[in-house]
């Protein structure tokens, strides 16, 4: 996984230091920006809640046009799931060895008949060929600020880098 990648699995501990101390509903589109690392762009998507507490965006960046970074926030907990899809061609349902998307993981094991904890999902992405890490935040994500804003737990609140 890059650096990049790393930092921005951190991405909520770097931007909510001076985090506002008001409670206000969030649009999903509060969630859309850009930022720079160093000479790389960093263009984060639209979020969106996949149920349960969860909720899933993509990253892009400057320096690796074909390849994303997702995002999964499980809110209640605070736990991340970053993985790294070096090339966004190998996901697509067109292509002869397609493999699912950290998002198709996550659903998948939602929706079957016994419990997976976040651990095995991203050992479940990692097995799909996505490389995955599992990371505890101390900060809201904005996603969870917009989803599910009572699930904050003791972290700090989310403020828009």
């Known amino acids: ?5 790393r930092r921005i699995g951190s991405l ?8 506002p101390m008001q409670v206000a509903a969030l649009d999903p589109a509060e969630c859309v920006f850009e930022t ?5 762009t960093l263009a984060a998507n639209v979020v969106n809640d996949l149920g349960q507490g969860f909720v899933v965006q993509t990253f892009q960046t400057s320096d690796r046009p074909a390849a994303s970074i997702d995002i999964i926030d499980h809110c209640p907990t605070g736990q991340r799931i970053v993985s790294e ?3 966004i061609g190998d996901y697509l349902v067109t292509t002869d060895n397609a493999r699912p998307t950290p998002r198709e993981v996550l659903q998948a094991a939602m929706a079957a008949p016994q ?8 050992a479940m992405i ?6 995955a890490t ?16 009572t699930d904050r737990g003791g ?3 989310w403020a828009r880098p």
Not at 36 to 40: D, L, Q, S, T, Y
Not at 115 to 122: G, H, K, R, T
Not at 126 to 131: D, E, F, K
């Open 134 to 149: 599992l990371v505890t935040l101390t900060q809201e994500s904005c996603g969870c600020a917009v989803y599910y804003p």
């Open 115 to 122: 419990v997976y904890s976040l651990e095995d999902v991203a």
């Open 1 to 5: 996984m890059t650096s990049l990648a």
């Open 85 to 87: 899809l070096a090339n």
């Open 126 to 131: 990692i097995a799909s060929g996505t490389p």
């Open 36 to 40: 720079r690392e160093g000479a790389v």
């Open 155 to 157: 972290r700090a609140r």
């Open 12 to 19: 909520a501990v770097a931007v909510t230091i001076f985090a």
